[in-house]
């Protein structure tokens, strides 16, 4: 998921692979305190105004997921401790092949307009944003559900509103056939796009979407756009999560830096990222409320491949030589004060079939080479690259360093382009507004290599903004899909994410970490791999 700070939401009961996604804790006093706590009042938690209406396949970047994610809840999702898979709306998901897969739910859920959960209330859910007339961000995550291309065809129109691989059983039972082997396809359950939604959504999407109604731990309040959303606690949630405060107040901010001030001054509760110009002193200002935790994540810079000026085949060797420009160790050691380490493939570090060196020389700092390249481009289009990104995240730093490098190194003109917020950056990327570069980031889904490489570079993938496009990456990752075991879908990724240096469609920097912090005003803050507070635990202090 693309990240403001990240993007950011595993794992199969199925399955017997040990996902790597490390327990997180705060550093030094995250755990219980023995300060009592108000189970009725609400916690404050840095945000940013979504891109989008609050609908679940509408979401593909954390402002609008986060919330998202604790407003719905699906047939299952991933224990904060250890991101393993943990059962939800569903008590059992069975399959013997990994191409059909029977979904049996527990009964007694309820949305929280009061009426029930029902195998219809996901199938329909399903349809809908599958269906292109409804403009879904995340309707290709649907494409692996048998139908997908009658429903959404690559062209002309579709010949049908269902996927013909989604049957309703009965209430509690419906059954889905994907149109090949998906091994991991469990994996991809737990994203918010899999979420139900209640039969009186249908009538008024439109108006849903700004006042949503969900299923989750969470019930949604009210939203002053460009302000703050506000959730209270559902009493009648049924999950394995079970809430130990009153809500959450989602703050939008334009600054990382007012987030900050805002936290030591304990009108914030919870942070999102600490921003740069705090990265050398918030441990020592926070102390036991300082939180340091991995994170599979990564910090790209990606290029405009579906115009003309980038398109060229030769221009593959000017983002070559843009990358190994590129400074990252003092970068990372200066300017991020050691809080991230040095990307050298799409992977995140941690996530199950991360491969160091996948970028091969390409991650290298060679100023020699870099210009070579870029000569051997043709050079940058105008001998100057654009650098777009969101100046509410806290990046004004890091991309004036990269920018400075590249200057130094190359001769190459490089300026950072900011955006005032988040939404902001997304339009312009998402709707081709830009012209060269872009600040780009993905932070897991689910902790495999297929969701950094096949939902963010495979032709025609939701999260694929910078048009690119390469029939033997999308080949081998078909392949990777239908292999017998995720264990041969992991491998299979990695062969396809070694074609991805020949091509150079995003420059990988870094890996992040959770840099962030709590107020004096809450306890038990924990994060997860996703760069997720564990929501429904944090308790406020009575």
Known sequence: MPVAARARWVLAAATSVALVATGCSSSGGGGSSSSSSDASKTFS????????????????????????QNLFKGLVDYDPSNAKIRMQVASAIDTTDSQTFTVTMKDGWKFHDGTPVHAKNFVDAWNWAANPANNQINSS??????????????????????????????????TIKLNHKVSYFEYKLGYIAFSPLPDAFFNDPAGYG??????????????????????????????????????????????????YADLQSNNLDVMDQVPPSALATYKSDLGDRAVDSPQGAIQNIGFTLYQADWAAPEKAQVRQGLSMAIDRPTITKTVLQGSRAPASAWVAEGVE???????GDFCTFDPAKAKQLIQQGGGVPGNKVLVTYNADGGHKEWVDAVCNSIRQNTGVDCLGDPKPDFKTARQAITSHQLNGAFRTGWVQDYPLNANFLADVYRTGAASNDTGYSNPQFDQLSTQADAAPSVAD?????????????????????????????????????????????????????G
């Open 45 to 68: 938690y840095q945000s940013n105004e979504p891109q989008n209406p609050l609908q679940p396949a509408n979401a593909n970047e954390v402002g609008g997921g986060r919330i998202i």
């Open 141 to 174: 995550w649907f494409s692996d559900i048998e139908g997908y291309q009658d429903v959404h065809p690559a062209t002309g129109s579709p010949t049908t509103d269902k996927l013909s691989g989604l049957t309703v059983t009965d209430d509690l039972h419906f």
């Open 210 to 259: 700004q006042k949503p109604v969900g299923n989750g731990p969470y019930q949604f309040v009210s939203w002053a756009h460009n302000s703050q959303v506000v959730t209270k606690t559902y009493p009648d949630y049924q999950g394995v999560d079970k809430p130990k405060n009153g809500g959450i107040v989602f703050k939008m901010y334009t600054t990382s830096e007012a987030a």
């Open 353 to 359: 079939g991360y491969k160091a060196g996948t970028c």
């Open 489 to 541: 879908t992991v491998t299979g990724y990695q062969q396809a994410e070694a074609v991805l240096a020949s091509g150079m469609p995003t420059i990988p920097l870094w890996y992040y970490r959770t840099n962030s912090g709590y107020s004096t005003n809450v306890q038990n803050v924990t994060f997860d791999s996703f760069g997720n507070p564990a929501w429904t635990q944090v308790e406020v202090k």
